[in-house]
């Protein structure tokens, strides 16, 4: 790197200052606050723009070396569903060019996060002359394709992620099937995508002897324990889960227990989270409630713990763009056994570091879960061989890198490092308007 460059990180509704786990905060925090730190730690100036979602927040929050959080007043400073912001962000463009303006900064190059960011970002390359990266983190026509009328996305959704797609100059896909859906769905050049999966801290996600994690959970050392950690929604199917308990639980000599870790508050409250009502209500059903545990959310520090105290991670959503919690449970040491879709294909390698199944099928999820119990060795071995995957493939350090490198390239290339390169005359954002928003300020 020749000199220090400047990068504007947009991320409207998933901010690094957001505890993790609700139901709209996830891996999207987790990469934007990862791959921040480790291009600050490259020598790069990261500003990370987020939505101010909270009346108590500064401005300006210093969240690492070379990383700041700058929040942007955008709508009501309070939280908001996802779903909700979509009209917002002309205001949160306004804002962002606003405090361009105002602190007098030359950002080198703009990273959107989130189809809706990636809207922002498109707008930012066109006033400032400047080169834009995408990643959606999810892609709207796959989520409608599974999801149908679940899908509680604005209705602009896959129209704007099309725009964004032909407007930004490079896009990240985290797997070779996102890769496919921009190219098949979208009609993406091939050579503006680069595969950059996302990783995990392995510093912080390490193996824990499992009697004593087991002992600090307030797990029996006796049973076997099959865990989840994840958010608590329909689509990420915990229910299959417990259909397939009470499968294994017909033939299974030993004591089983499903532990899930997850939800809106520190214990279980089904009123705050409605899946856990639902799960109740079936395990009930199926007469496996005894055998259910529900711990209520963690925080990150605490969950390696829990991943450590499972015998095996189940993770078998129907739906999943690309999935952390399989690469924080392999850098465990655990096997995961995952639904075969999306990026979990990626990360698991079926038979090396846990199984895949088809979603869906709790008699072939059980069928695994019992291969496991009968072959505890079997266990330990795929464990061990989870940990190296990770290590070798899946660490936010070779993220960082790989994201440096890919904003080298695209800087250094001749539209960009031409005399003639276009700087927006107005940065007030006000009468430039140069793409379609429905609701655009006046």
């Known amino acids: 790197m020749t000199r220090q460059r400047r990068i504007a990180f947009l991320s409207e509704h998933a901010s690094p200052l957001a505890l993790l786990g609700g139901q ?34 500064s401005e300006i929050v210093e969240l690492a070396p070379g990383v700041r959080v700058i929040n942007i007043g955008a709508g009501p400073a309070s939280y908001l569903p996802k ?20 602190e007098r900064i030359d950002y080198d190059l703009v990273h959107g996060n989130f189809w809706m960011s990636g809207w922002v970002a498109a707008e930012l390359k066109r006033r400032l002359g400047i080169p834009a990266v995408q990643i959606f983190h999810a892609m709207g026509q796959t989520k409608q394709r599974h999801q149908g009328a679940a899908d509680t996305s604005p209705a602009e959704r896959i ?57 600090k959970t307030g797990l ?41 870790v997850g939800g809106e508050t520190r214990e279980p409250n089904s009123i705050k989270t409605p899946e856990i009502g639902e799960l109740r209500r079936l395990a009930a059903e199926l007469g496996v409630a005894e055998r259910v545990t529900f711990t209520g959310k963690r925080q990150q520090s605490e969950l390696a713990g829990y991943y450590s105290a499972g015998d095996v991670v189940v993770t078998t959503p129907w ?17 995961v056994l995952g639904s075969a879709v999306g990026g979990i294909t990626f990360t698991v390698q079926d038979g090396v570091t846990g199984f895949l199944v088809p979603p869906r099928d709790p008699e072939a999820l059980a069928g695994k879960l019992r291969l496991l119990l ?13 940990r190296e995957r990770v290590e070798t493939a899946f660490t936010w350090r070779l993220v960082g890198r790989r994201t440096a490198d890919l904003y080298e390239q695209l800087l250094t290339s001749e539209r960009y490092t031409a005399p003639d390169r276009l700087v927006a005359a107005d940065l007030s ?14």
């Open 24 to 57: 709209d905060a996830g891996g999207q925090n987790v990469y934007v606050d990862s791959v921040a730190r480790e291009l600050g730690r490259l020598g790069f100036q990261v500003d990370v723009f987020t939505r101010s979602d909270r009346p108590d927040l």
């Open 83 to 102: 779903d909700d912001l979509w009209p917002l962000m002309p205001w949160f463009r306004d804002g962002i060019l606003d405090f361009i303006r105002r």
């Open 159 to 215: 129209d704007i992620e099309r725009q964004v797609v032909s407007d930004v100059d490079r896009l990240i896909a985290q797997c070779p099937s996102e890769r496919d859906e921009l190219i098949e769905d979208y009609g993406s050049d091939p050579a503006k995508i680069a595969v950059i999966p996302s990783a995990v801290n392995i510093d912080l996600f390490r193996p824990v002897d499992k009697p004593a994690a087991r002992a």
């Open 220 to 260: 029996a050392r006796d049973e076997f324990v099959v865990m989840y950690v994840g958010r608590l929604l329909p689509r990420k199917d915990i229910r299959n889960v417990v259909r397939a308990l009470a499968i294994l639980q017909e033939t299974a000599d030993a004591p089983i227990r499903l532990v899930i």
């Open 319 to 335: 739906y999943e763009p690309f999935g952390l919690t399989p690469l924080e449970a392999m850098a465990c040491g655990r096997p």
């Open 374 to 386: 009968n072959e505890p060795d079997l266990g330990e071995r795929l464990g061990r061989q989870a």
């Open 429 to 442: 954002g006000r009468q430039l308007i140069t793409a379609s928003h429905p609701r655009q300020r006046k």
